[in-house]
Antibody, heavy 121, light 107 residues
Framework: QVQLVQSGAEVKKPGASVKVSCKASGYTFTSHYLHWVRQAPGQGLEWMGRINPNSGGSNSAQKFQGRVTMTRDTSISTAYMDLSNLRSDDTAMYFC??????????????WGQGTLVTVSS | DIQMTQSPSSLSASVGDRVTITCRAS??????LNWCQQKPGKAPKLLIYSASSLQSGVPSRFSGSGSGTDFTLNISSLQPEDFATYYC?????????FGQGTKVEIK
């Protein structure tokens, strides 16, 4: 079955960077985009961007452009989201999710368990 | 960016009740509308895609409808495991955007 397993919780200081990983299994990694979505404590879901694991190309929300880098390593079916210049309001749970497109709306059909990133001095 | 507005923000209901949640897009998104359910401390789970298609494994008491700008999620008979927060989101155009969520609580 499709599984996305994310790296563990991180605590970072303001101004630092964090790199979250998302290891995929149960499907062909290069066949589906992977998206990143975050959720601040007690808040809603916020789309950050997506990566094409086949080409490595990515798109990100304007809010994160210049701070977010999405990469992948196809040899180990793993995607990475790197967020730099962290601020306290980046404290959130970060999720990766598979974009499944078979016609229709192409939803996010499988999600990782989430990685809590805490930014604190 | 397309704004997604859900209503209500929260509701209280009893087991067995019929529940309706609405989602409105700030511009037409055709049927590129998805619904997911999130329980505390867990990842979201896809319920409905393409506005009205039931994701595999999701109980048939969940249904979705709508197109263009107005959409609805219905739960025909609320079960104890359905108490959660529900989000709509559009996958029509980037940036993908989510509604603010509707929390369904026990009355």
């Amino acid at each position: 079955q499709v599984q996305l397993v994310q790296s563990g919780a991180e605590v970072k200081k303001p101004g630092a960077s964090v790199k979250v990983s998302c290891k995929a299994s149960g499907y062909t990694f290069t066949s589906h985009y992977l998206h990143w979505v975050r959720q601040a404590p007690g808040q809603g879901l916020e789309w950050m961007g997506r990566i094409n694991p086949n080409s490595g190309g990515s798109n990100s929300a304007q809010k994160f452009q210049g701070r977010v880098t999405m990469t992948r390593d196809t040899s180990i079916s793993t995607a990475y989201m790197d967020l730099s210049n962290l601020r306290s309001d980046d404290t959130a749970m970060y999720f990766c999710a598979r974009h499944y497109c078979d016609g229709g709306s192409c939803p996010l059909d499988s999600w990782g368990q989430g990685t809590l990133v805490t930014v604190s001095s | 960016d397309i704004q997604m507005t859900q209503s209500p923000s929260s509701l209280s209901a009893s087991v067995g009740d019929r529940v309706t949640i609405t989602c409105r897009a700030s511009q037409s998104i055709s049927n590129y509308l998805n619904w997911c359910q999130q329980k505390p401390g867990k990842a979201p789970k896809l319920l409905i895609y393409s506005a009205s298609s039931l994701q595999s494994g999701v109980p048939s008491r969940f249904s979705g409808s709508g197109s263009g700008t107005d959409f609805t999620l219905n739960i025909s008979s609320l079960q104890p495991e359905d108490f959660a927060t529900y989000y709509c989101h559009q996958s029509y155009i980037m940036p993908w955007t989510f509604g603010q969520g509707t929390k369904v609580e026990i009355k």
